[in-house]
């Protein structure tokens, strides 16, 4: 630490205060007063609290920004000292967003989320490989959970390419499928894995596809047991649900099948696979129907880009992963029900359209 404090110095101490398990400026002053801390820093002091929130109130967007540059320009040294391996891998770049709730009343940009709470919603651009955040928006709670991640995105894809990945991959769940902007990442080799909204057209599709067409949907071991597995202990919840005639549903099967779909903003046909859920609806030890329900997902291991003929049989491979579709207004929306489509006896009456 310099006296007068440099810009860096108050990063750090802020960037202590978090480490420390810090939530809020305010604890800062836990850390000034912690003898011990300081002398394993090698220092006689820290910037108090009400330093550092000046320091911070200096900072506009774009000012945020560039710091986030600065973080990345580091990053890319650190990342280019990795064995050749660390490149083989596509890099995956995640997006999401989620509501930070405040109590406070005076903080700029706040606002009320769907639900009822105050505070900004936080979009996290991440690289899945590492666990490392890219890019941080904060705007306000009642803002789409994709604001501004177009911009993130072509940042992020910049600093992967720089530092060495040959082959680049976006993922988000159906707030980030931005249909306007599919074939334009297509056309620079970006390859991408999102969830998509259960529209009409689609639902009728994949009711319409005949079953022969579907294939089961394997979910594979999050780890093997290596001993002999436990006897699983008596279900309670599940003699209450029973006990009391409640009306329960349970899942039967799981069915993927692989379309060719087109949307509105695009200019070429987009692989898109159907999730299909068989669920029974019970009451009490009873059953009273079946009915599927319809997801529209990217599942692992299943890209989403332009469709081609030797890949059509590649979707008896997909993993477990599913996003369930909803109404594409972002985290801070009540996500839409999930399709329902009575369950059909005989064969459908023909293959994808």
Not at 52 to 65: I, K, S, T
Not at 106 to 116: L, V
Not at 207 to 222: I, K, Q, W
Not at 327 to 334: E, F, R, T, V, W
């Amino acid at each position: 630490m310099h006296k007068a404090y440099y810009e860096s110095d108050h990063v750090l101490n802020i960037a202590y205060n978090v480490l420390c398990g810090g939530r809020r400026l305010e604890d800062i002053e836990a850390r000034r007063c912690d003898a011990v801390l300081l002398d394993g820093l090698g220092i006689e002091s820290l910037p108090d609290p009400t330093t550092a929130g000046d320091f911070c109130r200096r900072f506009d967007a774009g000012a945020v920004l560039a710091l986030q540059e600065a973080f990345n320009r580091a990053r890319i040294k650190v990342w280019r000292r990795q064995p050749d391996s660390f490149f083989e891998q596509p890099a995956v770049i995640d997006a999401d967003a989620s509501i930070v709730a405040t109590d406070a009343e005076t903080k700029q940009g706040i606002d009320i989320a769907y639900n009822g709470i105050w505070g900004y919603s936080a979009l996290v651009v991440s690289l899945a490989n590492t666990k490392e955040p890219l890019y941080l928006g904060l705007r306000g709670a009642n803002r789409p959970s994709h604001e501004g991640v177009v911009d993130y995105y072509d940042r992020a894809i910049a600093l992967c390419r720089e530092a060495g990945f040959k082959e680049v991959r976006l993922r988000g769940d159906t707030d980030f499928s931005l249909t306007a902007e599919l074939d334009r990442c297509d056309d620079d080799g970006v390859k991408f894995v999102f969830g998509y909204d259960a529209k009409a057209n689609l639902i009728a599709r994949a009711a319409s596809t005949d079953d022969e067409l579907y294939h089961e949907l394997v979910t594979h071991a999050e780890r093997q047991i290596a001993t002999t597995a436990r006897t699983r202990p008596r279900n309670v919840k599940d003699d209450i649900v029973r006990e009391r005639n409640y009306k329960v549903l349970r899942q039967t099967a799981q069915d993927v099948v692989e379309l060719s779909y087109r949307p509105g903003n695009c200019k070429r046909d987009y692989r898109v696979v159907a999730l299909r859920k068989n669920l029974s609806v019970k009451r009490g030890g009873n059953v009273l129907f079946s009915e599927y329900r319809y997801f529209f997902s990217a599942p692992r291991g299943a890209l989403t880009y332009p469709l081609r003929s030797r890949e059509r049989s590649e979707a008896t491979s997909l993993g477990p992963m599913a996003y369930p579709a909803s109404k594409g207004k972002g985290d801070n929306s009540m996500p839409s029900k999930p399709a329902l489509v009575p369950r059909r006896t005989g064969r459908g009456d023909g293959g994808p359209a």
